[in-house]
């Protein structure tokens, strides 16, 4: 079946440091991949997405390149700021599976110091 | 701006006492899903509608129900609410299998 890995936080960083996050997949087909963002007391809001291989989504300074050859969408900021605290999630969704399911990794905690 | 609009934002129910979460979207999306999440954890698909056709997720318990009177709304009924219940439930839609755009989420609050 379909997963997502993603790397566990949390994960505090300073202002304008670089902030990578980790997602690996594993899908029977060929997925479409996301990150969504989830501030405090907020729902999902979707961050970018890649539909296939070698396609970069980016957003917000914001960038995840979906690397078949790795099965990977790692997410990637050069320089956070405090207003990026949030949970992070790597999610697929699978276009030839019988169900509409997306599979979320675990979400990953990212807090940003001034 | 087109938009998944969820209401209240905040609910507050006793053990027992039956309560109903609201969806609205404008984004005239065929799809409507009901999520649960619980502490930052993941997302926990409940069950969607394509269309009018509803598909119940194996593993849903009984107590949850859900309507969809229209295109544009969609209703999460919990019969029963239990404090295992306290979470928060977010509605989601897309076109088909494309991207799943989420709500704000209601908490939910069982005393």
């Known amino acids: 079946g379909n997963s997502v890995t993603q790397m566990e936080g949390p994960v505090t960083l300073s202002e304008e440091a670089f902030l990578t996050i980790n997602c690996t997949y594993t899908a029977t087909g060929y997925p479409s991949l996301f990150w969504y963002v989830q501030y405090p007391g907020e729902g999902l809001q979707l961050l970018l997405k890649?539909?296939?291989?070698?396609d970069k989504g980016s957003n917000k300074g914001f960038e995840a390149t979906y690397r078949k050859e790795t099965t990977s969408f790692h997410l990637e900021k050069g320089s956070v700021q405090v207003s990026d605290s949030a949970v992070y999630f790597c999610a697929l969704s699978d276009p030839l599976s019988n169900d509409y399911k997306l599979s979320f990794g675990a979400g990953t905690t990212v807090t940003v110091r001034a | 701006d087109a938009m998944v609009i969820q209401n209240p934002r905040y609910q507050v129910t006793q053990f027992g006492k039956p309560v109903t979460l609201s969806c609205s979207q404008t984004l005239n999306h065929n799809v409507m899903y009901w999520y649960q999440q619980k502490s930052s954890q993941a997302p926990k698909l409940l069950f969607h509608y394509y269309d009018k056709d509803f598909n119940n997720e194996a593993d849903t318990p009984d107590n949850f129900q859900s309507r969809r009177p229209n295109t544009s709304f969609c209703f999460l009924d919990i019969r029963s609410p239990g404090l295992g219940d306290a979470a928060m439930y977010l509605c989601?839609?897309?076109?088909?299998?494309?991207?799943?755009?989420f709500g704000p989420g209601t908490r939910l609050t069982v005393l």
């Open positions: 890649a539909t296939k291989a070698d």
């Open positions: 989601a839609t897309s076109r088909g299998r494309d991207t799943q755009y």
